[in-house]
C-alpha cells in the first residue's frame, strides 16, 4: 500500500502542553506517511519543545478570526463553492449551526472553505486531533473536497461536545481513534459498530533514560507534580492534601507549569503554612521537566472533573513519571486506573477526596522501600503495556487504509 498523503488538523501548534500530538506526528512521519499540518490558531507557548524540530511537516495557520482573514476567506469561497462536495458540506453546517447558533459555529466553516480551497490536490484524507472545533472543520473541508476525514479523541472534547454533534461526526467518519478506555466506551456508544478504536498515545520509551537510583537519598522527600493550573488538574486538592501532611518526615513540593489557578494555589499555601515548603516553577522545557521527574520522590496528581465535564483522558506526564521510577500518586478519573493499578504501581484517591490523597502520600513520605517498590512496578509495567510504537503502528494503518478508501 502506498504511502498516503494525510491533512492533520489541530488547535494549535506547536504546543508544550499537547506534546503527545507532536510525538503522534513523528512518529506517522517515521512510518512513510506524508502530513501536512493545519493548524486553527497561533502558537502562545514560550518555549518549544525539542521534538518540533524533528517532525519535517509543514504547518499552514488558518484565519484564527475571520474578520481578519476576510479576504482569504472569500477568495476561498469563491474558488470551492463550485465543487461537488460544497452542497453537502454546505447542508451539514446549517444543520449544525441551527443546534449551535454561535460565532465559533461559523468561524469553523470560514476555517472549514480555506482548509478545503488550500490543501494541496494530492491530500488523500484529512484526519483532526479533538472531537470539537478541530473535527468540524476537518469535516467540513473533507465534505467539500470529497475526502475521507478520521478523527483523533482525548478528554474534554469527549465529554463536552453535545451528543448529536458526536454521534453525527462519528457517523460521517472513516475511523475514530481514543487514547482511554472510558472515553471509548462513551464514544462506541454513539457509533456505528467498531467505527472508534482505542489507541494509547503510549510514551516514546526509547526516548527516555533509565530511572536514576534512589537508594542513598538523603535530604527531605521531593513531591512534584507537572500540569497546567486549570480546574480539571485539581491542584487546589493537592495543596489541601500536603497541608495535612505531617511536619516529619521532612518534605518538599515543585510544581511545574502555568495556569490561570496559580494565583489562587499560591495564596492557598501561604494560608495553610506551607508556602516555604513549595517551589513554584511556572512553565518549563522538556529538559527541566526530566531534570524534576528524576529528582522526584513521589510524582503526584490531583485531576478531577471540571464543573463543564471537562476531564484528563491518560495525562502523559504520569507516564513520563513512571518511566523515572517515581512512586505516584493520582486519583481515579477517567484512564488513570488503566495506568495506575492501586497499591501495586502507584497509588490512588478518589477525586476531591484531600483526606485520601494526603493520607497515600503520607505513607509514601514515610515509607522510602514502599517507594522504591512501587516505582519499580509503576517502571516495569508501563514498558511491558504502553509502550507507543505497537500503537503507531495501528494508527498509521488506519491512516492508510482510510486514504485508499478514497
Known sequence: MSDPVVAVVVKGYPRLSETFIAKEILGLEKRGLDLRLYSLRFPTDRHVHPIHAEIAAPVVYLPEYLHQGWLRVLRAWAQVRGLAGYAAARRVFLADLRRDFTPN????????????????????????????????????AALIRGLPFAV?????????????????????????????????AHLASLAPPDRVGLVYHGLDLAGWPAPPDRSGRTGPVEIVSVGRAVEKKGFPDLITALAKLPPEPAWRFTHIGGGPLLPQMKAQAEAAGIADRIAWKGQQPKSEVLAALRQADIFALASRVAADGDRDGLPNVLMEAQSQGAACVATRVSAIPELIENGTTGLLAEPGDADAL????????????LRRRIGAAGHDRLRARFDQEPELDRLATKLREAAASR
Open 358 to 369: 494526603a493520607e497515600a502520600l503520607g505513607r509514601l513520605v514515610a515509607d522510602a522501600d
Open 105 to 140: 459555529r461559523v468561524r469553523r466553516f470560514g476555517q472549514a472553505l480555506v482548509l478545503a480551497a488550500e490543501m494541496p490536490k494530492e491530500i488523500q484524507a484529512v484526519y483532526a486531533h479533538f472531537l470539537h472545533t478541530p473535527a468540524s472543520v476537518a469535516r467540513y
Open 152 to 184: 483523533s479523541a482525548h478528554a474534554k472534547d469527549i465529554w463536552t461536545t453535545p451528543g448529536w454533534e458526536l454521534s453525527e461526526k462519528l457517523a460521517g467518519a472513516a475511523f475514530a481513534v481514543t487514547c482511554t478506555g472510558s472515553g471509548h
